[in-house]
């Protein structure tokens, strides 16, 4: 692969110059969206290989219609439109093909709460080192319902503002608000107990006779 | 005022948001300081969030770049004159 040529340009310039005919400036401006773009593909999916696909589509579908772009939205906010749009088509598509109902609304009134501990040590991210804490994260982050996956992904992982990630989902501040209170709280739930054991099995593999 | 843990619950997001009215964050704030289990939630939540948003836990696939930069590069080739 070509390695790309930073530019020191600014996004909004680079848009400028793709439009204007300088292409493979493309390459440059997606860079930095990568990973977010296939984790929201992934959000929706659930499989590496259908969100890999669909993340291209996005970018391909972006490139195409940059022309629509409106500077007055953040391009991060555009692309994400894009990602969660072509995600849900291809879901629909599947959901056709299986004739499985697509996400069925979660009990916005049911109550949920936290797992109750008595004190909390601070866990290092060092144990992210390991798959097997890692996938205990991803699996918490997929039984989520995907309205609250959504929301939790947008704010907490890509660090939108809540503004930004209404206005990516098209819905309201204060359901952001909730959806985001709700995914923390179930999370915090099924992650915090398992955590604290993945910690402590971390401390024991130094001890001398393990 | 004085409120009880499952009002402290309720707020939880948005006070580590910061997002709460100044009143508000001060009532719960007096509660964490003497609750134990609320301040552990507190914190087991702040920290869940830390790992969960840590880019070693949505890692991109291997290869990932190279053929997304490869389609499109197909693509510009197909709509080259």
Not at chain 1, 164 to 193: C, D, F, G, Y
Request: proline share 4%; net charge negative; hydrophobic share 40%.
């Amino acid at each position: 692969m070509k390695v790309p040529q930073i530019s020191n340009r600014t996004e909004a310039e680079l848009i400028a110059a793709v439009l204007g005919g300088e292409i493979q400036l493309y390459h440059e401006l997606i860079q930095p969206y990568e990973r977010s773009v296939y984790v929201m593909a992934l959000s929706y999916v659930k499989n590496e290989a259908d969100a890999e696909d669909a993340a291209q589509e996005t970018f391909v579908r972006a490139f195409r219609k940059l022309s629509s772009f409106r500077a007055e939205s953040k391009f991060s906010t555009w692309l994400m439109s894009i990602t969660i749009n072509e995600a849900r088509t291809r879901l629909r598509r599947q959901a056709l093909i299986r004739m499985e109902p697509l996400d069925q609304l979660p009990d916005e009134n049911m109550s949920i709460s936290p797992a109750l501990l008595r004190d909390w040590r601070e866990i290092p991210s060092e144990v992210l080192e390991r798959e097997e804490v890692r996938n205990l994260i991803l699996r918490a982050v997929e039984q989520l319902p995907d309205i609250y996956r959504q929301v939790f992904l947008l704010r907490d992982v890509e660090e939108l503002t809540v503004s930004e990630t209404a206005e990516t989902l098209n819905i309201s501040v204060p359901s952001v608000k909730v959806r985001l209170h709700r995914a923390r709280l179930m999370l915090q739930k099924q992650l915090a107990p398992q955590l604290k054991t993945v910690n402590r099995t971390s401390k024991r593999r130094w001890l001398p006779w393990s | 005022m004085v409120i009880d843990c499952k009002h402290v619950w309720h707020y939880i997001s948005e006070y580590l948001d910061g997002a709460l009215p100044d009143e508000t964050r001060d009532t719960v704030q007096k509660h964490l300081d003497h609750c134990e289990i609320c301040s552990a939630i507190l914190d087991s939540m702040r920290n869940v969030i830390i790992l969960t948003a840590d880019d070693r836990v949505f890692e991109l696939p291997v290869g990932f770049s190279e053929r997304l930069h490869t389609r499109i590069d197909r693509e510009f080739m197909r709509m080259a004159p």
